[in-house]
């Protein structure tokens, strides 16, 4: 007769838990992103899917599509370039998040060595996210 594994000690199921909540905030951050940028797919397709495209000249964006401000203004007044930027917005910060509540995770634990690194991975990603300029 063979003996039943061990059952999981109450750090394990710890860990488990916090693993199952990174793993549904990466779900839910990239649906929610997705159905940002699809909602802004429908208005621009209704907004100006009839126009008649000019590839003959190169047309930059608007500056609004060209700060994190801008897009968030324009997302909230429902300009549809900016609701799918921000829906992208959205989608590069759900790993952010996800090192965000990792760092919380190791203060519950008062895990020294992973809070220092933690944060400075953080940092990096925020320092990337606003363009380098602090």
Not at 43 to 48: I, K, M, S, T, V
Not at 59 to 88: E, P, Y
């Amino acid at each position: 007769m063979t003996t039943p594994p061990p059952l999981p000690t109450k750090e394990q199921l710890e860990e488990h838990q916090v693993d199952l909540i990174i793993g549904r905030l990466l779900q839910i951050g990239v649906l929610i992103a997705a159905a940002v940028v699809l909602a802004g797919a429908v208005l621009l397709l209704a907004r100006h899917g009839g126009e008649i495209a000019d590839y003959r000249t190169f047309v930059v964006g608007s500056d609004g599509l060209r700060s994190l401000r801008g897009i968030v203004h324009g997302a909230f007044t429902l300009d549809a370039r900016s609701v799918v930027q921000f829906g992208l917005v959205l989608l590069i910060l759900t790993p952010v998040a996800r090192v965000a509540l990792t760092l919380v995770a190791f203060i519950l634990e008062r895990d020294r060595t992973y809070i220092v690194v933690t944060v400075i991975v953080l940092a990096v990603l925020l320092y990337g996210f606003l363009g380098g300029k602090v």
